[in-house]
């Protein structure tokens, strides 16, 4: 009998509990409600009574359908997707933002001290909460905005949070790159990138964060970090901080990030600096830092640690610019006005970047103001600039214009000399950018740009030659950890040639080039310590080798037509940044990359191992159209690390492996606007390079002075050369002339720049040498013996001192000194009669040197006044190029008269050349 009685009470208790149960399980059925509607309804079907505030809701939209689900599960799903938690007591919910309730205290609340022998206790399943102290030192003030980031979790045991997102400018909602982001009293810091975009490891808890740049007004945030979590900022900008020199985004930038030899050049930086006829030329303020050279004035293109002017990446917008000058390099084809910012990298080349083996030029255009009409405007001696910035939906798309042009030929016209009256030389530039945001994940930039030249020095042939491009680039940020870019891009350069003489020889002469590709990329935050870069890209080149065609019925020259070369450029790239701790992080990567020559064309094979001529060829080979004629590839290894030895002071190392398919024919000592580029094929391999990176950077006194020292160990093959007396002008079997060899450069760099004060500047010193070797059993593709020499561009010492003196907040001095090592040349060494005929011998090649070059110039600038309500801010420049008058040889040229060789020199700025610039901004 007791036995029946306690299993009744045992059955009487599970059915009471049981129906208990059943009565706390809800089902309900809800869409497109606001959370407030779903919790009201919740308390119509349920005993629970809900206490919370409206405000926390941000006008969500929810949907969801329950049956017998216990309210945990519930609730779980309604605030799933906010910062939202609840606590439930007696019936009871509690609805909390970002935090949660404690129904006890943490371990360390009430925690005995121990000695350092102690053990220590295992760490349990319980998040320590964050206590908001009344007399936390951190908050200065009781005006700065409290913002609560991020969901508590008990199950979620770290101690510090990520925390990212984008800082824009409040008017313009345009991004702000190099903006300091500084958490106070902790040291911890981080500057923004091209896109504005930020990501910070902090500690749980209060974090005071103060952001901060040059003409904006800073801002300070107290942040309650509960988790990972999102904010943006939005900063005012600052009228008086215009003057301001310090330039404190960049802070330890140089110590703390992974990749070395880069540079940055700010378009708005460059326009102290003095330069020829007062043109304001970000590209030619990149010449003044280490390891960056120009064969010298008049000479396009850059020779980087050693390597030819083909070798590196220029991009506008992400779309190839094939000749970024005017006038044979002495202006940048790129409108100082529309220009943002140039960032080289010629050390640590990133995963992402592939083609060329030394360097990449990334440029970026600005954004224009989504909310105000602006303008800029200049003119000068030569040329004058504009670019204006028209909103076209407020808050959410502008358009960018800007057009630049010369009035040379209006100068040389009025000129007395015959000579330099017939004479044309002009240029001119466009560029527009129209940029949309979508809406707060997704971004949309096109940009579109052309520039012309056209000159004749002689009076039988006018040459022209021209950039076009369009990229269309669509920025998507996917989730809290993905940020996707897919950018389309189409490029066009060439030049024509046409020649009209006195004799029945005249004709014209056409190049051309275009490739069409896309890149996507996406960067994956995984977490604190990894950070992935992967991607995938690919181009088609469609080249026009030559054609040439006779002008006019009586012209004897005939017409001929090189075969249209085609091939396709692919890769895929992964990068990781990996923060192993505080002092010790790496940037690992890696490129697949392949190239493909392609058909339609007619293709000799030669005999193997023998020289490449008339009469070792074996056989010809027809390709049709689009038909895989040779593959090349391989991997592309990029490796850097950075060790912080303290606070101030880091060293870094780096390996890069790189593949170029595409190069330049041209046997001229210096690059020319009319050099082509010929794609590998057949018988032309590739160029490969690897370079070896020692570095150790230094700042004192934070960050005002910077130093840096960087040596460079770079080894190549298949560098293209050419025999001596090489015919590479409509050469239909062009790979008889070439000669493909190795390449050695190395040298050192070394970087002093004060970044803030009255005066400011830097000075840097490079040393270094480039060597070429053609080396075969056959003599007629050796060169020198088969030893090394000494490259065209080779210069060992470089020496540049950049320096600004601020007198006043209007007015200015600037001044740079620039001292190069004269560039190799072949003299002629002695001359011979045989059979009747005068012969002049030579060196070997580069054996002699042309005259060293140093040049100095001075500026003086003047500031409009700095009032806030005014039409437009002006800006004087008087400079004065080459001061000292040095008559600094272009080249040396030699001239065989009556039998004795005489040497001559040219030079293109032999004398001061004065300028006077006007700038205003409206």
């Known amino acids: 009998m007791k036995k029946f009685t306690i299993i009744v009470l045992i059955l009487i208790f599970c059915n009471k509990a049981s129906s208990q149960e059943k009565e706390n399980l809800i089902s309900l059925d809800f869409n497109s409600s606001s959370i407030e509607e779903v919790l009201n309804k919740i308390e119509s079907v349920s005993e629970y009574n809900f206490y919370f505030s409206n405000k926390w809701f941000l006008n969500l939209k929810i949907s969801g359908k329950f049956s017998d689900a216990n309210l945990t599960t519930v609730l779980d799903k309604i605030f799933e997707n906010t910062d939202l938690n609840h606590f439930v007591i007696n019936k009871n919910v509690y609805v909390l933002q970002n935090r949660v309730i404690y129904n006890k205290l943490p371990s360390s609340f009430d925690e005995p001290i121990y000695d350092s022998i102690s053990k220590l206790k295992p760490k349990v399943n319980l998040q320590n909460p964050v206590f908001i102290s009344k007399k936390n030192k951190d908050i200065e003030n009781d005006f700065v905005e409290t913002i609560r980031i991020g969901k508590s979790n008990l199950n979620d045991l770290r101690d510090k949070f990520i925390l990212t997102g984008y800082v824009k ?35 749980k808890g209060i974090n005071l964060i103060e952001v901060s740049s040059i003409g904006v007004k800073k801002q300070v945030k107290r942040v309650l970090l509960f988790n990972d979590g999102n904010l943006n900022f939005n900063l005012l900008e600052d009228v008086e901080e215009l003057d301001e020199i310090v330039l404190d985004g960049e802070q330890d930038q140089n110590l703390e990030e992974t990749l070395m030899g880069t540079s940055e050049v700010d378009s708005e930086e460059s326009k102290n600096i003095p330069l020829v006829l007062g043109e304001r030329n970000i590209l030619k303020v990149a010449t003044t830092l280490p390891g960056i050279t120009t064969a010298g004035e008049g000479a396009t293109g850059f020779n980087v640690r050693g390597g030819k002017t083909d070798q590196n990446l220029i991009l506008l917008d992400n779309a190839v610019i094939y000749n970024p000058s005017h006038f044979f390099g002495i202006f940048q084809a790129l409108n100082p006005f529309t220009t943002k910012s140039l960032k080289v ?260 094979v030669y005999r193997e191992g023998e020289p490449k001529s008339d009469e070792t060829v074996e056989e010809e080979i027809n390709f049709g159209n689009n038909e895989k004629v040779k593959t090349y590839g391989g991997i592309e290894t990029r490796i850097a690390a950075r060790y912080l030895l303290k606070n101030n002071l880091s060293i870094k190392g780096s390996y890069n492996k790189m593949y170029q398919y595409i190069h330049t024919l041209s046997n001229n000592t210096t690059g020319s606007p009319i050099d082509t580029w010929k794609l590998s094929d057949y018988n032309i391999k590739p160029q490969k390079a690897e370079q070896f990176t ?229």
């Open 694 to 922: 020692l570095g150790l950077y230094k700042n004192i006194d934070g960050n005002d002075y910077e130093i840096s020292l960087e040596g460079y160990y770079k080894l190549s093959k298949n560098v293209p050369d050419f025999k001596t007396g090489a015919q590479l002008n409509l050469n239909e079997n062009i790979e008889t002339e070439i000669l493909q060899g190795k390449g050695k450069a190395y040298g050192v760099e070394f970087l002093v720049r004060k970044n803030s004060g009255d005066v400011n500047g830097w000075l840097s010193y490079t040393y270094s040498k480039s060597l070429i070797q053609l080396n075969s059993k056959y003599p007629e593709e050796q060169v020198n013996g088969g030893d090394y020499f000494p490259a065209n561009y080779d210069k060992p010492n470089n020496f540049n001192l950049v320096s600004n003196y601020k007198v006043t907040r209007r007015f200015s001095f600037s001044g740079n000194f620039t001292y190069q090592t004269g560039r190799p040349v072949t003299y002629p060494t002695g001359n011979f009669t045989y059979q009747g005929s005068n012969y002049t011998t030579y060196s070997e090649r580069n054996k002699f040197r042309i005259p060293d070059y140093y040049r100095l110039d001075l500026s003086f600038n003047v500031e409009g006044n700095h009032k806030l309500k005014k039409i437009g801010h002006s800006f004087w420049n008087i400079s004065i190029y080459n001061v000292l008058g040095r008559n600094n040889p272009y080249s040396v040229y030699f001239v065989t008269d009556n039998g004795e060789v005489k040497a001559y020199k040219s030079s293109i700025f032999s004398i001061p050349i004065p300028t006077i610039t006007y700038n205003i901004k409206f």
């Open 345 to 604: 990298y010629k050390g640590s080349i990133p995963s992402e970047f592939g083609g060329r083996l030394s360097s990449v030029f990334d440029i970026k255009s600005k954004e224009s103001n989504v909310n105000d009409f602006k303008g800029e405007a200049s003119i000068g001696p030569i040329t004058n600039n504009i670019a204006v910035e028209i909103p076209v939906i407020k808050d959410k798309s502008s358009l960018m214009l800007g057009g630049r042009s010369t009035y040379s030929d209006w100068v040389l016209k009025s000129l007395n000399d015959d000579n330099l009256s017939k004479s044309k030389a002009n240029f001119y530039d466009l560029i527009g950018k129209y940029n949309y945001k979508i809406n707060d994940n997704n971004d949309l930039k096109a940009t579109a740009y052309y520039s012309k030249d056209v000159f004749s020095i002689t009076s039988d042939s006018l040459y022209s030659y021209n950039n076009t491009l369009f990229s269309l680039s669509w920025d998507n940020k996917i989730n809290s950890k993905n940020l996707g870019s897919l950018s389309l891009f189409n490029t066009n350069y060439g030049f024509n040639i046409d020649y009209e003489g006195e004799t029945n020889n005249d004709f014209t002469f056409d190049y051309g080039i275009r490739e069409t590709g896309f890149k996507y990329k996406i960067i994956y935050l995984y977490n604190n310590k990894h950070k992935f870069n992967y991607g995938i890209t690919s181009k088609l080149y469609n080249v026009t080798p030559g054609n040439k065609q006779p002008i006019g019925e009586d012209s004897d020259v005939e017409t001929v037509s090189l075969d249209k070369e085609k091939g396709v450029e692919s890769a895929i790239f992964l990068a990781d940044d990996f923060e192993v701790n505080n002092k010790l992080m790496f940037n690992l990567g890696v490129r697949y990359s392949t190239f493909t020559a392609l058909g339609r064309n007619t293709t000799r």
């Open 169 to 203: 400018q409040h008017s313009s909602k345009l991004p702000l790159a190099d903006v300091t982001i500084y958490v106070k009293n902790k040291n911890i810091g981080v500057s923004t990138n091209s896109k504005g975009y930020y990501k910070l490891e902090l500690p």
